[in-house]
T-cell receptor
């Protein structure tokens, strides 16, 4: 089992749609969770950190489910500019402590 | 403006040559990291440094070397021993790494990356 797993997609949605991504992680001791956005041939940029109580930033909502070891990202009212790859990032505390990046989920928003 | 810079943006190398990728940050961050990204894959950690004059191997350190003589700089050398060096190389920094008993991570900030192609 991979340490961080994501559905690679692509998710093709129309403008205005609501879309949700899930990510599962293998290490129950993980404490840090992030969603990054990566545009084509660019560097990843932090979208939001994920807190235990869940958190919202405008059209974006992140949730953490420790019991099931998954985090989610919900995007409401999708815009064309939301088209990108979304990376799930978790710290894995096994034989050390490191951030592990998922392979990413591709989102394509179409008009 | 504070940030992380990487140079060059594109780099071409002949097989058998060593090449050094630059990474500089003026964010006053303690920790710095090097990753490589291959198409369709997640970022994989090459080396990281939590403090000046100290660094540790990541998951795929073979064929790479680093130094951390200054807080602002963390250059990566891709040696001829690296069997498949063509990739997108990303440098990152964070306020602190997970050390000294801290088990959680601060978010990492990335440079624009260097695309290395071996001819």
């Amino acid at each position: 089992r991979k340490e961080v797993e994501q559905d690679p997609g692509p998710f093709n949605v129309p403008e205005g749609a609501t879309v949700a991504f899930n990510c599962t992680y293998s290490n129950s001791a993980s404490q840090s969770f992030f969603w990054y956005r990566q545009d084509c041939r660019k560097e990843p940029k932090l979208l939001m950190s994920v807190y235990s109580s869940g958190n919202e930033d405008g059209r974006f909502t992140a949730q953490l489910n420790r019991a099931s070891q998954y985090i989610s990202l919900l995007i409401r009212d999708s815009k064309l500019s939301d088209s990108a790859t979304y990376l799930c990032v978790v710290n894995i505390v096994t034989g050390g402590n490191k951030l592990v990046f998922g392979a990413g989920t591709i989102l394509r928003v179409k008009s | 403006d504070g940030g992380i810079t990487q140079s060059p943006k594109y780099l071409f190398r002949k097989e058998g040559q060593n090449v050094t990728l630059s990474c500089e940050q003026n964010l006053n961050h303690d920790a710095m990291y090097w990753y490589r990204q291959d198409p369709g894959q997640g970022l994989r950690l090459i080396y990281y440094s939590q403090i000046v004059n100290d660094f540790q191997k990541g998951d795929i350190a073979e064929g790479y070397s680093v130094s951390r003589e200054k807080k602002e700089s963390f250059p990566l050398t891709v040696t001829s021993a690296q069997k498949n060096p063509t990739a997108f190389y990303l440098c990152a920094s964070s306020i602190r790494g997970a050390s000294g008993g801290r088990s959680s991570y601060n978010e990492q900030f990335f440079g624009p990356g260097t695309r290395l192609t071996v001819l």
